[in-house]
């Protein structure tokens, strides 16, 4: 059962320009994880935005906000397909048990320009 859905698009020119502004820009939002997945690519600030869109759908999903919730409570992660999938911890994955939310699943897609991802929270009933 759908519980949910969020979409979120990204410039990705902004998100290069948060990695070269600020030096704990990537630490704040993005777990060990998934930094090390997008500083292995060419381009890694497509990947980077890719994910920050796709945590920004998975929230819009889950109806809640980020009230008490960390960017990090949220990782993106890949399948060995390459399938991205979604890993919740901590309040984010309080915040889906208290709804109902047993998966949210991801697709992920990217231009130069911009990066875009769409979330479908699911439950049980």
Request: hydrophobic share 45%; net charge positive.
């Amino acid at each position: 059962m759908i519980k949910g859905i969020g979409v979120d698009i990204v410039e990705i020119s902004r998100i290069e320009q948060a990695i070269n502004r600020r030096s704990k820009f990537t630490q704040r939002l993005f777990t060990d994880l998934e930094r090390d997945y997008c500083l292995s690519k060419q381009k890694p600030h497509l990947h980077f935005a890719a994910r920050f869109a796709a945590k920004e759908a998975a929230v819009k999903a889950l109806g809640t906000g980020m009230r008490g919730m960390k960017w990090t409570d949220f990782e993106v992660r890949r399948d060995k397909w390459g399938r991205p999938y979604l890993r919740l911890s901590g309040n984010a994955a309080n915040a889906a048990q208290e709804r109902g939310v047993c998966d949210i699943f991801l697709s992920l897609s990217f231009s130069r320009e911009a990066a875009i991802a769409s979330a479908i929270a699911v439950g049980m009933e």
